[in-house]
């Protein structure tokens, strides 16, 4: 980590990027303690002169600075809201250099392991995304199949690829260690069912979740093909919606079929 008295001297536009990196390598050592030597060896005073530094940015906004200024001043003794005041200062920053904050850069990019050091997952549980548009979304995806448990990613030839850079943004370091690998619909296993999550299906509540199977969810704009729908012969799940627009975002329509499937399989 470079020293503080080095960050004095870079040109302001560096010396704000230089700091709103070494906040989040702060902040990520409070929330993983032991994983980041050098940020965990931080003393209380060096951080203080990180903030102090920060404070000191002429861009910073009023309200920005007397909030930033009020936590860094009226901390304990203990300096227990190190975490708050750290992420105060990046987000302070972050607002001056234009930059929208997001989730993933407050956590390091790898799972918590199992007691076995295997990533858990439920054998045979995947997810086919067809076509698929939007890097966030399909970095959504990945996401959202790591924390429930699905043991692949599987991605139609015309779908963005998971290693577009916002994709890996969204997707908070899913795609480097979650199995995926890109498949035409026909190459789909055949001992594996198959089902759908479209509209017009069984409603999600009611919906049998295999023991094992692969869910296909489909474009945001086209929905899952013909094809798609005539492949999946295991059935079609629903979520019921009782607004006049009736749609979701095709990564928070993953998310709750997820969360139904997961929980069928633990109680199974």
């Given amino acids: 980590m470079i020293p503080v008295y080095k960050l004095q001297r870079l040109p302001p536009g560096q010396r704000r990027r230089k700091l709103i990196m070494m906040l989040s390598q702060i902040e990520q050592s409070m929330l993983h303690p032991g994983e980041n030597t050098e940020s965990n060896s931080l003393s209380a005073d060096v951080i203080v002169s990180i903030i ?58 790898w799972a918590q ?97 295999p023991e094992q199977g692969i869910v296909i969810v489909g474009s945001e704009e086209l929905g899952i093909s013909p094809e798609a729908l005539a492949r999946a012969r295991y059935g079609r799940v629903s979520i019921p919606m009782y607004g006049i627009k009736a749609s979701l975002n095709v990564g928070v329509a993953f998310g709750i079929l997820m969360q139904y499937w997961s929980a069928y399989l633990v109680d199974s």
Avoid at 68 to 83: M, P, Y
Avoid at 90 to 100: D, K
Avoid at 195 to 206: Q, S
């Fill in 52 to 109: 102090t530094l920060v404070l000191e940015d002429e861009s910073l906004s009023d309200k920005a600075r007397s909030e930033l200024d009020l936590l860094l001043h009226g901390r304990d003794e203990t300096f227990s809201d190190a975490r708050r005041i750290v992420n105060t200062a990046r987000h302070a920053l972050l607002s001056v250099t234009g930059a929208l904050p997001a989730e993933w850069d407050l956590v390091v990019p």
């Fill in 113 to 209: 392991l199992s007691d076995s050091g295997k990533r858990p997952f439920f054998p045979g549980v995947s997810v086919y995304a067809e076509d698929i548009r939007s890097p966030f979304n399909i970095g959504s995806i990945f996401r959202t199949a790591e924390a429930f448990g699905a043991e692949k990613v599987l991605v139609s030839p015309l779908c963005v690829s998971p290693e577009h850079q916002r994709a890996q943004r969204s997707a908070m370091g899913c795609t480097e260690y979650l199995p995926w690998e890109v498949m035409d619909l026909a190459n789909l296993p055949a001992d594996l069912p198959v089902f759908a999550l479209e509209t017009g299906g069984t409603p999600i509540d009611e919906f049998a979740f």
